[in-house]
Nanobody
Framework: QVQVVESGGGLVQPGESLRLSCEIS????????IYWFRQAPGKEREGVSC?????????IYGDSVKGRFTISRDNAKNTVYLEMNSLKPEDTATYYC?????????????????WGRGTLVAVSS
């Protein structure tokens, strides 16, 4: 059974950093693209970032996080990370990790087969 578990969220002040983790079990992720999405209260879900397999070696970011967030993966740990720097109040949202069995990144596609329950990030002074 495939399980996706996000962690690392919390309450931080503007300008601070957080690192989110997405640990996946039940399947090896080395061949698949892994996504991060977020959803703020009252807003639509937004694609944050995606990383393909190391073979294709592609990382993409949403416009609102480019230059501040960095996605990475550790296939040995079956884990994907999202390093978030220079956090802003508008980054406040629940962050979700998701994937399907394909090695393509497209942040407009949100019908992945596997999703975690999310981790809450709150940025406030």
């Amino acid at each position: 059974q495939v399980q996706v578990v996000e962690s690392g969220g919390g309450l931080v002040q503007p300008g601070e950093s957080l690192r989110l983790s997405c640990e996946i079990s039940g399947i090896s992720i080395q061949y698949y693209a892994i996504y991060w999405f977020r959803q703020a209260p009252g807003k639509e879900r937004e694609g944050v970032s995606c990383i393909t397999s190391e073979v294709n070696n592609i990382r993409i970011y949403g416009d609102s996080v480019k230059g501040r967030f960095t996605i990475s993966r550790d296939n040995a740990k079956n884990t994907v990370y999202l390093e978030m720097n220079s956090l802003k109040p508008e980054d406040t949202a629940t962050y979700y990790c998701a994937f399907h069995r394909i090695d393509v990144c497209n942040l407009k596609y949100m019908n992945q087969d596997y999703w975690g329950r999310g981790t809450l990030v709150a940025v406030s002074s």
